[in-house]
């Protein structure tokens, strides 16, 4: 079953593969689908410093009662800090949110800050990054990454510390999937995380994917998030509500080579603006 299956990671650290976004979610929203989706089986959650929604991700994996240990969670230092010191700040400061005594994944949320998309944050990028490599150290932290990088970007971060990222977040759906970045990423293992894989809903008002979501007896966000894990990469679908966080999480089947092909055609969703 999807809920029992793993990825694992260059370092040897297995990542559940599917997890539950937050992105765009309020505290209580986060809080009550954090609380249901670990009812029903996921152990993956991806939240975000930027995201406000932390400490009722932390809480709602507190009530939960469920094994730590069992538990995978995502977060990432804001796109806007750019030194060796904010970065150990503010990483403290998710800690603390989160309430929890380590965490499985963090990422610099982007090579730029999301007010100045595309400026030259190089030598910024790399201290921050000697900064990860040292919370690595520490043990306070599992695995280390980054967020909607491009293959310079990484490159950069590589050649200045030898220091190879677990995991790239970006933006990932059928019609956008990103060839160079996830080449880039396969060849330097590094795991490809899919964010938006429903394109924030705009594919799901698609009607060229019917005829696959009818063939298959699944909704359209089921063949968009099992699209993703066909190409290998880890798909975190966001919802707030019961029928569909577990609907998105029902994912065992799998889609032959043609309809992978034809769901490959298509441009759906191709136009969304660049966040998480």
């Known amino acids: 079953m999807i809920k029992e299956v793993f990825y694992t990671l260059s370092n040897g650290v297995k990542v559940p593969k599917v997890g539950l976004g937050t992105w765009q979610s309020s505290k209580e929203d986060a809080y009550n689908a954090t609380l249901c989706a670990l009812k029903l089986g996921y152990r993956h959650i991806d939240t975000a410093y930027a995201y406000q929604n932390e400490d009722a991700v932390g809480k709602a994996i507190k009530d939960s009662k469920i094994d730590r240990k069992e538990i995978f969670v995502t977060t990432k230092l804001p796109a806007q800090y750019k030194s060796y010191d904010e970065a150990i700040k503010y990483f403290n400061e998710s800690l603390e949110a989160l309430g929890l005594d380590y965490i499985d994944l963090y990422l610099i949320h982007a090579p730029w800050p999301w007010s100045e998309v595309g400026k030259d944050c190089e030598k910024e990028n790399i201290e921050v990054w000697k900064a990860f490599i040292d919370i690595y150290n520490t043990g306070k932290v599992k695995s280390i990454g980054v967020s909607n990088f491009r293959p310079n970007n990484i490159k950069n971060l590589i050649d200045a510390t030898g220091f190879v990222p677990q995991v790239n977040q970006i933006r990932y ?93 298509l441009t759906i969703g191709s136009r969304r603006p660049l966040r998480s």
């Not at 089921?222 to 880890?234: D, F, M, V």
């Not at 919802?239 to 569909?244: D, F, I, K, L, P």
């Open 173 to 265: 759906f059928i019609g956008n999937t990103q060839k160079e970045v996830v080449d880039y990423c396969k060849e330097h293992n590094i795991l490809i995380e899919a964010y938006s894989p429903l394109a924030t809903g705009e594919i799901l008002e698609s009607p060229e994917l019917d005829r696959i979501a009818n063939k298959y007896n699944k909704s359209k966000a089921q063949i968009c998030i099992r699209y993703c894990l066909e190409n290998g990469t880890l798909p975190l679908p966001k919802s707030t509500h019961e029928e569909r966080i577990a609907q998105n999480i029902d994912l065992d089947f799998s889609i032959d080579d043609d309809d992978m092909k034809y769901l490959d055609s």
